[in-house]
T-cell receptor, first 114, second 110 residues
Framework: DADVTQTPRNRITKTGKRIMLECSQTKGHDRMYWYRQDPGLGLRLIYYSFDVKDINKGEISDGYSVSRQAQAKFSLSLESAIPNQTALYFC?????????????FGPGTRLLVL | QKEVEQNSGPLSVPEGAIASLNCTYSDRVSQSFFWYRQYSGKSPELIMSIYSNGDKEDGRFTAQLNKASQYVSLLIRDSQPSDSATYLCAVIDNNNDMRFGAGTRLTVKP
């Protein structure tokens, strides 16, 4: 079984709809991240969480919100989807400490906003 | 200026050749550096991490770091068609955030 899972894997929605992307991990890591990937722009950090009570904005948090329901679960919400949020979204986890920053990625969610 | 810069490619090398991938970063105090490989339609996976100046070898892969020049590279020896992928450079910056480059697409031709 995969250590980092994401649901759904693909989603088509309409402008203005609220959607939630979910991420679960079995690695026991405290840190979790949400990225989006766009052609030519690489991975950009949306939000990250270092533990259940810690939520931090990343580089491009506008239009997104997150919830860390448990150590193993971190969800990303688009309150009112817009077409330029069409992208590939990745969840990732990492451990604590210097030398432990390797991030382990989920399989990704392809989102299309019409 | 982007914090982590890579040539987008595509970089094309023949099978058996050495592929050289380069990355520069802007945050002088960065201490941790990573190379991820991403196959088309898949998620990134870690290939190498490097923390000290010099070379670090792992099989056919060698990471090279020069903090004075703010430069990190990845060499792939004896390149194979299965190495064809996008290679992402990542750097932990002064805020302890991991910043990714846009990636270099590598094609190894049989």
């Amino acid at each position: 079984d995969a250590d980092v899972t994401q649901t759904p894997r693909n989603r088509i929605t309409k402008t203005g709809k609220r959607i939630m992307l979910e991420c679960s991990q079995t690695k026991g890591h405290d840190r979790m991240y949400w990225y989006r990937q766009d052609p030519g722009l690489g991975l950009r950090l949306i939000y990250y969480s270092f533990d259940v009570k810690d939520i931090n904005k990343g580089e491009i948090s506008d239009g997104y919100s997150v919830s860390r329901q448990a150590q193993a679960k971190f969800s990303l919400s688009l309150e009112s989807a817009i077409p330029n949020q069409t992208a590939l979204y990745f969840c990732a986890t990492s451990d604590l400490g210097i030398g432990q920053e390797t991030q382990y990625f989920g399989p990704g969610t392809r989102l299309l906003v019409l | 200026q982007k914090e982590v810069e890579q040539n987008s490619g595509p970089l094309s090398v023949p099978e058996g050749a050495i592929a050289s991938l380069n990355c520069t970063y802007s945050d002088r105090v960065s201490q941790s550096f990573f190379w991820y490989r991403q196959y088309s339609g898949k998620s990134p996976e870690l290939i190498m991490s490097i923390y000290s100046n010099g070379d670090k070898e792992d099989g056919r892969f060698t990471a090279q770091l020069n903090k004075a020049s703010q430069y990190v590279s990845l060499l792939i020896r004896d390149s194979q068609p299965s190495d064809s992928a996008t290679y992402l450079c990542a750097v932990i910056d002064n805020n302890n955030d991991m910043r990714f480059g846009a990636g270099t697409r590598l094609t190894v031709k049989p």
